[in-house]
């Protein structure tokens, strides 16, 4: 694919991609509702309660990011998810109970997540929604303490091993591997290439890395690292690196904002190398940008979740739903991650409920119960050991601008060669 940038129009393109990522960031609004009732103790049909439970209610918290680097995805969990609620609602409920959810803000802030986590915990059952890999990791030890299962939308291997905290899907560590198996087998790397891999400073990028330099070495590829924050918006010193590296191939485990101007810089430069993301790095207001040829032309993106233009039929039922509930609202991978959570979620509490308890710690021991999960928006998920990923499955999308959420798929979930032998060696 050629290049539309001529050498004498190099600062303009850039400049453009600046001001197209700058809107990306922009604030979405969210709704929040304070706590107004708190209930222990056994309900009047004979169901125990406990916190965020009532003989009317059962109230759900969600710590989001609605005005932070990932506004944009945060505003489509939170949408997905009061769209579940919704649709639970006008079923009857759970448990007889109406299904609240209460959203708080964080903009990415740990401080602000911490300080929005004290005042939601009190009075919620459960989390199906926690945007973030450092919020998570302040969050952990209070969670776990005060037995609140917990749904990360963050996907690093830090989060295993813990009975209040699911990791849905795969872990970024196994994308990572399926990346590199891809590039092998599908964009023709061979022993002795070097790939770059571009990574945000924490457990997200850490575990990412911690995947590719695994798989790299099995596969005789040297992986050259570049630690960014996310703060960091113009990867232009990262792309010269890479370049005077040699790179035949780069992996991204970062934001939107970060993904766009490395494959739009990239390719302005001349350096047109296959690039693989991780799924938060992927959104389809992207393909509004300047990057878009770029990226349609470059870019894959390995997710423990289907393309939300997957023909399975809950994606399609899913994906109709939303149009009609937020017309005009894109929909995107976090419409999906977000209403599978809260679907999942809604089988543990049902679950729960079955047996006779909604608290806190009898929801947990509902979910861990189940090894074979199936709601129809991807792959079957195992929540029966805490220490492994809930799968091992991975997709591959490409980006395609004409198609509902921006992305295809051009693989369907596979666990990759090599990903049950990692999981080994980590356990070991």
Not at 253 to 278: D, E, F, H, N, Y
Request: glycine residues 8%.
């Amino acid at each position: 694919m050629t290049s539309t940038h001529h050498r004498t129009h190099r600062v303009r393109p850039r400049t453009l991609l600046t001001a197209a990522l700058a809107a990306l960031l922009l604030t979405a609004t969210g709704c929040s509702s304070k706590a107004d009732s708190k209930s222990a103790g056994d309900g009047a049909d004979g169901v125990k309660a406990g916190p965020g439970v009532t003989d009317k209610t059962i109230r759900l918290g969600a710590l989001t990011d609605l005005t932070g680097p990932y506004a944009t995805l945060g505003k489509s969990i939170v949408q997905a998810q009061q769209m579940w609620a919704d649709e639970v609602n006008a079923r009857g409920g759970i448990c007889d109970r109406r299904v609240e959810i209460v959203v708080k803000d964080h903009g990415y802030d740990v401080q602000k997540a911490v300080t929005a986590y004290a005042d939601l915990s009190t009075d919620v059952v459960a989390l199906p929604q926690v945007i973030g890999s450092p919020v998570m990791a302040a969050l952990l030890d209070d969670i776990e303490r005060d037995k609140v299962l917990t749904f990360p939308q963050a996907w690093a291997a830090s989060l295993l091993d813990r009975d209040a905290v699911q990791v849905l899907g795969t872990t970024y560590d196994i994308d990572m591997i399926a990346a590199v198996d891809f590039l092998t087998r599908a964009k023709g790397l061979k022993k002795g290439d070097t790939i770059g891999h571009v990574y945000f400073e924490g457990d997200y990028g850490a575990n990412a890395l911690e995947g590719a330099r695994w798989a790299g070495k099995k596969a005789g590829l040297k992986v050259v690292g570049q630690k960014i924050k996310a703060t960091d918006t113009d990867l232009s010193a990262q792309v010269s690196a890479l370049r005077k590296e040699g790179v035949r191939a780069i992996l991204i485990s970062a934001g939107p904002a970060q993904t766009a101007s490395l494959v739009g810089v990239a390719a302005s430069r001349g350096l047109k190398v296959p690039v693989v993301s991780s799924a938060p790095g992927y959104a389809p207001q992207l393909m509004k940008t300047p990057a878009a040829p770029a990226l349609t032309a470059l870019l894959n993106v390995v997710s423990a979740a289907p393309a939300v233009s997957s023909d399975l039929p809950g994606v399609r039922k899913m994906v109709a739903s939303y149009q009609k509930k937020y017309p005009g609202s894109l929909v995107d991978s976090g419409v999906l991650s977000g209403y599978n959570a809260a679907q999942l979620l809604g089988n543990d509490l049902k679950k729960a409920c079955e047996s006779g308890s909604l608290a806190r710690e009898d929801v947990i021991k509902a979910h861990r119960s189940q090894s074979a999960v199936d709601v129809g928006l991807g792959t079957a998920q195992n929540f029966s050991d805490k220490a492994q990923p809930a799968s091992t499955a991975t997709y591959v999308h490409k980006p395609d601008a004409k198609a509902v959420g921006a992305a295809v798929n051009v693989e369907d979930a596979h666990t990759a060669p090599g990903v049950e032998e990692y999981l080994a060696s980590r356990t070991s």
